[in-house]
């Protein structure tokens, strides 16, 4: 069987698991933040591409009006 802890240990035993739920909790949540942030740059990246594209073909006369870009 296993001895009974010491006071201090299951203090120490205590503040651990509550450091560890801490530092899991803040990483589940830089992980969804993360996510966002990567949604994020891509679709600013697609709009840029087709904000560049549009501008090039207003440059060289194909089209007068640049069609809108619906997102």
Do not use: V
């Not at 990246?45 to 549009?54: F, P, S, T």
């Amino acid at each position: 069987m296993h001895e009974p802890w010491s006071k201090s240990r299951e203090r120490a035993e205590a503040a651990f698991g509550l450091t560890q739920t801490q530092m899991l909790s803040r990483t589940k949540e830089a992980l969804k933040i993360d996510a966002a942030a990567t949604a994020r740059n891509e679709k600013t990246a697609r709009l840029r591409a087709m904000r560049l594209e549009q501008e090039a073909q207003a440059r060289a006369g194909k089209s007068s009006h640049a069609t809108p870009i619906t997102e």
